[in-house]
C-alpha cells in the first residue's frame, strides 16, 4: 500500500489499540486474504453485539474507539484487487454461517477507503451512512499556505507573531527522536490536560485517563521507532503553552491531539504552533505537503482545509436478524430523507388581498 496508505494501515496502529483500548482484545478477528501463500488484503474486526430496532445483533465490526475515528481494508486498491472485499464477505457468509448478522465498518474515508470504492460490488443486502468528514490542508510551502487564508486571519497569525516574539523565553520544539518523545510527551499530556478538558472541564484529557495515555505512549514508542512519530511543542521557558501529536507517513502528517494553555490565549498558542509546524515541515530535505487534521476541528476553520467525507458501511448477512436490521435501517433512511426533504422546502407566500 505504498501509494495508498493511512497510519490506520499500519501493525503499529493495531498493535498499538489491542495492547492498550481494546475492551477485548480476544474478539478481535483480523480476516486474511491470500494469493497462494502471499497475504494479498487483511481486514480487522472484532465480535461483539448490539441492540437496533429491538434486535440483538452479532455483529462483526472494524475496531473502533472514541480516540481512532478511522478504519479500512488493509489493501492495495488498485482496479486489480477490486473483488478482494467481496471474496472476504463471500468466505465470511459460509465459512462463519450463522454466526453474525452484520459487519460494520466504520470511519471510511469516502474518497481513498479501499472499502468504499468496492461497496457498491458487494453482494446481498447493504447500507453506506453518512458520518462526518476528515479535514487536511495541502500546501506546498509556508508562503501558498499564507496565501490561501484570508487577509483577516494572515494579520492575526502576524498579531500574534508579534506578541509572541516579544517573550524572550518563548521556543518551538519539534521531537522525532525517540530517545527525547517520552520527555516531549509528558510536556503534551500536561498542557493537554490544562484547560476544558481537564477535571473542571469535561474530564476527557488524555492524562486523566490510564488507558488512553497507554495507548498514545504506545504509539509513541512504535511509530517513534521508525521516525514516524511527532511532537510538537510550544515553550515558555520551561512550561509548555502548546502541544501537538502527530503521526508522520509518506510525505503526510496526521494531527491526532492538540492542546494548549488557556491563560495563554491571548498569543494564540495552538495557531502558532501549528504555522511553525508547517513552515518547518515543508521546507525539510523530504518535506511534508499534507497537513491531515483526522476529524473537523472546528477552531482550524480560518486555515480553510479541504474535507474528505467519513462515512460508514453495513453489510447484512442473510440471517433472520440480519435481515430485519436492514428492512429496519432502510426505513430509517427514508424517513431520514423525507424529513430532509420537507425541513428544505419554504412555504408558499399567498399573496395578500387573495
Not at 518551538?172 to 493537554?192: G, M, Q, S, T
Not at 494553555?261 to 523530504?286: F, K, V, W
Not at 505537503?289 to 476529524?295: A, G, I
Request: net charge positive.
Amino acid at each position: 500500500m505504498v501509494e495508498h496508505r493511512h497510519y490506520f494501515h499500519l501493525w503499529e496502529w493495531h498493535h498499538s489499540y489491542l495492547e492498550t483500548i481494546a475492551s477485548e482484545p480476544d474478539a478481535a478477528v483480523y480476516h486474511v486474504a491470500y494469493l497462494a501463500s502471499v497475504p494479498m488484503a487483511v481486514l480487522p474486526l472484532r465480535s461483539s453485539t448490539m441492540r437496533q430496532g429491538g434486535c440483538r445483533l452479532r455483529i462483526l465490526e472494524s475496531p473502533y474507539h472514541k480516540h481512532m475515528p478511522l478504519c479500512d481494508i488493509i489493501c492495495d486498491p488498485d482496479p486489480e484487487h477490486s473483488d478482494i472485499l467481496e471474496r472476504m464477505v463471500h468466505h465470511l457468509r459460509y465459512s462463519l454461517r450463522n454466526t453474525w448478522d452484520a459487519i460494520l465498518l466504520r470511519g471510511l474515508l469516502a474518497e481513498s477507503s479501499a472499502a468504499c470504492r468496492w461497496w457498491a460490488a458487494l453482494p446481498g443486502p447493504r447500507i453506506q451512512i453518512a458520518r462526518g468528514r476528515c479535514d487536511s490542508l495541502h500546501y506546498a510551502n509556508h508562503g501558498e499556505m499564507l496565501a490561501n487564508i484570508s487577509r483577516k486571519f494572515r494579520n492575526n497569525l502576524r498579531y500574534a507573531r508579534n506578541r509572541l516574539a516579544k517573550l524572550p523565553e518563548a521556543r518551538f520544539e519539534i521531537v522525532r527522536d525517540p530517545a527525547l518523545l517520552p520527555a516531549a510527551f509528558a510536556h503534551f499530556i500536561r498542557v493537554e490536560a490544562s484547560g476544558w478538558k481537564g477535571e473542571s472541564g469535561t474530564v476527557s484529557a488524555i492524562g486523566l485517563h490510564p488507558q488512553l495515555c497507554a495507548f498514545y505512549e504506545k504509539l509513541a514508542s512504535c511509530f517513534g521507532a521508525t521516525g514516524k512519530c511527532q511532537i510538537n511543542l510550544l515553550m515558555l521557558g520551561d512550561e509548555c503553552i502548546a502541544g501537538q501529536f502527530w503521526l508522520r507517513l509518506d510525505g503526510t502528517l496526521y494531527m491526532l491531539k492538540t492542546g494548549y494553555a488557556q491563560h495563554q490565549a491571548h498569543i494564540s498558542p495552538g495557531h502558532m504552533l501549528l504555522e511553525e509546524c508547517i513552515r518547518q515541515s515543508s521546507s525539510e530535505t523530504n518535506p511534508i505537503h499534507c497537513w491531515n487534521l483526522n476529524n473537523r476541528v472546528k477552531w482550524l476553520d480560518p486555515w480553510k482545509p479541504s474535507y474528505e467525507a467519513v462515512c460508514d458501511l453495513w453489510i447484512f448477512n442473510r440471517t433472520p436478524h440480519g435481515l430485519a436490521m436492514y428492512g429496519w435501517a432502510s426505513v430509517i433512511r427514508v424517513l431520514r430523507s423525507i424529513y430532509r426533504n420537507l425541513k428544505s422546502c419554504r412555504p408558499c407566500q399567498v399573496p395578500s388581498g387573495s
